[in-house]
Nanobody
């Protein structure tokens, strides 16, 4: 079982950048990883996912071209580099892990972190 801790959230102006990190315990390389976000009053939304090796990635249309997911298996960490941030990116961002294969639906992920708040001001 892997445990996840996110960091790197904060307050940023529109157009700015942030990098989120998700540190994992356990056998990290066995897990595909995803980032999801949950904005106030909205349902949880898929953001990005990366395969165990890091070779394959998926993005939601709303972040494609602005966000980049990556992982460092030697450091047991997955990252979400966010650029050109918009106020609508404001949310709590969670990383999640699932064994083996990459996925984009939240119900496919078994383990979740507590989340980190990202707030984008105008």
């Amino acid at each position: 079982q892997v445990q996840l801790v996110e960091s790197g959230g904060g307050l940023v102006q529109a157009g700015g950048s942030l990098r989120l990190s998700c540190a994992a315990s356990g056998t990290f390389s066995r897990y595909a990883m995803g980032w999801f976000r949950h904005a106030l009053g909205k349902e949880r939304e898929f953001v990005a996912a990366v395969s165990r090796s890091g070779d394959n990635t998926y993005y939601s249309d709303s972040v494609k071209g602005r966000f980049t997911i990556s992982r460092d298996n030697a450091k047991n960490t997955v990252y979400l580099q966010m650029t050109s941030l918009k106020p609508e990116d404001t949310a709590v961002y969670h990383c999640a892990a699932r064994p083996l294969t990459i996925a984009t639906m939240d119900y496919e992920y078994r383990t979740w972190g507590q989340g980190t708040q990202v707030t984008v001001s105008t």
